[in-house]
């Protein structure tokens, strides 16, 4: 835990009432990449991201940004953070421009400066179209962006997004990703929590595994993978699909876990060469061949199943 | 001086002491730092915001900016009149009389619907079901003698205590105009009968007076008569009849009388012996008749004397009347009838309800809208996810407080400021002055309410909760005040406590200005209180709004 990082919490300990939400924990955020933290629902992420806000105080513990402590600098603390929640938290009755320029205001800032940033914001969110329209009418995939747009007009430093594609479907989860990515590419440290991990692993640098109320592992999601796995998977997909009688034969070859999905065939091996080896020349035999292969690491599911399992 | 500004001079007063300068390293690009922005344009942001939030949800809107206006027209519509319209009298007797018909016709002549039924049990029934609001029953055949009794049941719905005796001293008063005419007739026959008798009284006093005059004479003749019957002398001397004998008989012997002279002298002797013996026996007659007559008077004049003793008496009883007579001071046929007259002279000049029930009306109203409409703002801004977002911008809680209150005002004050001015159309006598102090004691108390309101948003967390803590404060705040019951009936204690509840002391202050025309400094000390009430609930307001953002945060 260096102090060149940009937020660093010490020995944090947080309580509500008599349940330890989080217990001593120390967590360190690097200024650059985005950072993801994965935990089970309930684990103590939220509380951790407003505890990184200032928005609660621990019961224990410090909390820096940049060296400054957050407890005692709130009004400092507000402006350089931004939040966007699952929910959004805007006015619906309010249009989009309405809701930007009322938070601008909250936010101290001058009426030129939220004139400027609107049409910043809007073009990032891809939002431009809609700067009349009342919050309460928009999509829900334009609401969020709307919510992020609110939570950056005042050009904050940090972005922490809470569950930021709860709710959505994938093609709008997809495209937040992206934007989300897109802020990041601005230089605006994004700080992020999902429940989908498949998507976080795609768009993180770094990656910490919170569990009952500690953080049990940090990395980048490779790292990761390496440090918890040492199977990888091979999928495949033969011509003939005769996979019931694959099955045993894989087994016996060193496959650990076998299973089919769709036209595929899964399994997982720590010798994927000398499997497939054997898989060909099994193949051949059966005047059968292989339509499709792909070997990779496991899914970062994966990586947190077996670390929360530790 | 400037956080950053701040932050450098201290790291640059470490470098020269060379203290800890190489473990602490600030990126001085990684902080973003504004100047605060004026309060009020703050404010007005804030202000403009809940506005629009209130303006474009439509509901709310029409609940809580017309609502209140068009219940006021409605009031003011119904109630600016000073009689009671359509009351509905059922009637019953045995048997009507030509005084219960009169009395029947005069209800239903001004504004009653009256109708006869036909038992009392029906008549009473028709008041239970509440068909009518009132039933009289008439004694059978009513009217004015002596052996008479005239007692006149009114059954009235006590449940209903405000109409209930409002209608009965209605009624009352309507009989009793009637009662009072029926008096007058009784009166004035008897006072002229009066007056009659002391005419009468004062002449035969005259006549008594001659009767005196006649009997004193009368008593002064019997006693002259009297006196001359007493002055008659009856007293004589007899004649000696024997001596004259014997001097005839000298005479004849000494003289040698014939006899015939002698005889002649005896004739004549006895001729007026005789005479005298005549004389004599005439007057012992007369004698005895004035004795008589003496005897008579003498009655005569006791019963003179026991007459005018009698007069003497029947005077002294004529003195007693003509003195009872005008004794009796009042002759007014009205003052005799109703001797001790009340008449309930109004404190304030007005002729309509609606300047008696404005106080209440607007008190109802500003408690009403301002608990709701103060708590269901807060509770929607608190369950809004933008509750969240507005914690962690570096606004004050306070501020955001005070602009939840001024947005509440600013409605509060358009309401209030459009009912005035609609009232001063109507009671323009009344003065701006009254009217301007009015607004400033509702805006006060309205401010109370809108603060209890804010209170009671930030307690309960949905907005079922808060609506029924919202209605149920106004309930306990109505309910223990003079509008449903008088607080009079209330025990002394509880009376203590009540008479600082804020809608009695609002109520009051109403109607000292409106209906008394008190100027500032008599309502200066409700005031006062009034603005202890809200000082004390905005500290409550702050506890309860950072009690509820610590709950916004741990969800």
Redesign the interface.
């Known amino acids: 835990m260096g102090?060149?990082d940009?937020i660093c919490l010490e020995n944090i300990t947080k309580r509500?009432g008599k349940h330890v939400v989080l217990d001593n924990l120390s967590l360190s955020i690097p200024h650059h990449g985005i950072f993801g933290i994965m935990g089970l629902s309930g684990c103590g992420k939220t509380t951790l991201l407003?505890i990184i806000?200032g928005?609660?105080k621990p019961e224990k513990g410090r909390v820096s940004?940049?060296?400054?402590n957050i407890v005692d600098?709130?009004?400092?603390i507000?402006?350089?953070?931004g939040?966007a929640?699952q929910?959004?938290?805007?006015?619906p009755?309010?249009t989009v421009e309405?809701n930007l320029?009322?938070?601008g205001?909250?936010?101290?800032?001058?009426k030129q400066d939220i004139k400027t940033r609107i049409p910043e914001v809007l073009k990032l969110v891809e939002l431009e179209d809609a700067q009349n329209v009342?919050a309460g009418e928009l999509s829900t995939g334009m609401y969020r962006r709307l919510d992020i747009a609110?939570?950056m007009i005042?050009?904050?430093?940090v972005l922490i997004f809470d569950e930021p594609t709860g709710n959505l479907d994938p093609v709008l989860r997809k495209k937040l990703m992206a934007m989300i990515k897109r802020i990041d590419d601005q230089g605006t440290k994004v700080i992020i929590t999902s429940h989908l991990l498949g998507e976080i692993e795609k768009i993180c640098d770094t990656l910490a595994v919170i569990h009952h109320g500690k953080i049990i592992t940090i990395g980048s999601p490779d790292a990761l993978k390496d440090k918890y796995t040492t199977d990888q998977v091979v999928r495949i997909e033969t011509k003939k699909g005769d996979y019931d009688t694959l099955v045993p034969i894989l087994k016996k070859y060193g496959a650990k876990k076998v299973f089919q999905k769709g036209k595929y065939l899964h399994m997982y091996t720590s010798t994927p060469e000398k499997l497939l080896a054997s898989l060909l020349a099994y193949l051949k035999n059966k005047s059968d061949t292989l339509v499709d292969i792909e070997v990779s690491k496991p899914s970062i599911e994966e990586v947190f199943e077996a670390a929360t399992r530790r | 001086m400037s956080?950053i500004t701040a932050?450098k001079e201290k790291m640059d007063a470490r470098a020269e002491t060379k203290k800890n300068v190489d473990?602490?390293?600030?990126?001085y690009d990684?902080?973003?730092?504004?100047?605060?922005?004026n309060p009020l344009?703050?404010l007005y942001?804030l202000i403009s915001?809940n506005l629009?939030?209130l303006i474009?949800?439509k509901t709310s809107a029409l609940v809580f900016i017309f609502g209140p206006l068009l219940i006021t027209f409605l009031v003011a519509l119904a109630f600016n009149t000073s009689t009671l319209f359509d009351l509905n009298v059922a009637v019953y007797s045995d048997s009507y009389s030509t005084l219960s018909d009169s009395i029947t016709q005069n209800l239903s002549s001004t504004q009653y619907n009256v109708l006869k039924l036909d038992t009392e049990e029906d008549c009473i029934d028709a008041v239970k079901f509440g068909d009518f609001q009132v039933c009289l029953v008439f004694p059978p055949n009513m009217a004015l003698d002596n052996s008479a009794n005239n007692v006149i049941k009114i059954y009235v719905d006590n449940s209903r205590l405000n109409i209930a005796n409002l209608i009965s001293s209605q009624i009352s008063s309507k009989v009793t105009v009637e009662a009072s005419a029926l008096s007058a007739d009784i009166v004035t026959q008897i006072l002229t009968t009066l007056d009659t008798a002391n005419t009468e009284t004062v002449q035969s006093q005259e006549q008594l007076t001659s009767l005196f005059t006649s009997n004193s004479a009368l008593q002064s003749s019997i006693s002259s008569i009297s006196s001359s019957l007493n002055n008659l002398d009856f007293t004589y001397s007899t004649a000696n009849a024997s001596a004259i004998d014997d001097e005839i008989t000298n005479l004849q012997t000494s003289k040698n009388l014939s006899d015939e002279a002698v005889a002649t002298l005896e004739d004549l002797v006895g001729g007026m012996k005789s005479a005298y013996a005549g004389a004599i026996s005439k007057l012992d007659t007369a004698k005895s008749s004035v004795e008589d007559s003496k005897s008579s008077i003498s009655s005569l004049s006791a019963s003179a004397q026991a007459d005018k003793q009698r007069l003497d008496t029947v005077q002294e009883n004529i003195n007693i009347v003509m003195q009872s007579i005008d004794g009796v001071k009042i002759t007014n046929v009205a003052n005799i009838v109703a001797p001790l007259r009340t008449s309930i002279e109004p404190l304030s000049s007005s002729n309509s309800y609606l300047l008696y029930i404005l106080p209440t009306i607007l008190i109802l109203l500003i408690m009403f809208v301002s608990l709701l409409m103060s708590s269901s703002a807060i509770i929607t801004e608190k369950t809004?996810?933008?509750?969240?977002?507005?914690?962690?911008?570096?606004?004050s809680s306070l501020l955001m407080l005070v602009g939840e209150y001024l947005s509440n005002l600013c409605i509060l004050m358009f309401q209030v400021g459009a009912i005035l001015s609609v009232l001063f159309y109507f009671f323009n006598d009344l003065g701006v002055n009254a009217f301007v102090l009015a607004g400033i004691t509702l805006l006060v108390i309205g401010t109370f309410f809108i603060f209890l309101g804010m209170l009671i948003g930030y307690l309960f967390n949905t907005k079922q909760t808060v609506t029924l803590a919202a209605i149920s404060t106004g309930i306990v705040l109505l309910f223990f005040s003079n509008t449903i019951l008088p607080l009079e009936t209330l025990s002394k204690s509880s009376r203590a406590i009540v008479s600082y509840n804020p809608f009695v002391i609002g109520e009051g202050l109403l109607k000292k200005i409106l209906l008394f025309s008190l100027n500032i400094t008599g309502v200066v000390e409700p005031l006062v209180i009034l603005g202890i009430f809200c000082a004390i609930l905005f500290v409550g307001i702050i506890a309860a709004r950072r009690f509820s953002q610590q709950s916004v945060?741990?969800e």
Do not use: D
């Open positions: 102090k060149g940009l509500f407003n806000m928005f609660w940004y940049n060296s400054i600098n709130q009004h400092l507000h402006q350089v953070f939040f929640t929910e959004g938290s805007v006015y009755k309010l309405e320029t009322y938070f205001k909250m936010y101290n800032m001058p009342m609110c939570s005042h050009n904050p430093k | 956080f932050l473990s602490i390293k600030y990126n990684l902080f973003v730092e504004r100047e605060g922005l344009l703050k942001y915001k629009k939030l474009r949800s809004s996810r933008a509750f969240f977002r507005n914690s962690i911008t570096p606004t945060r741990s």
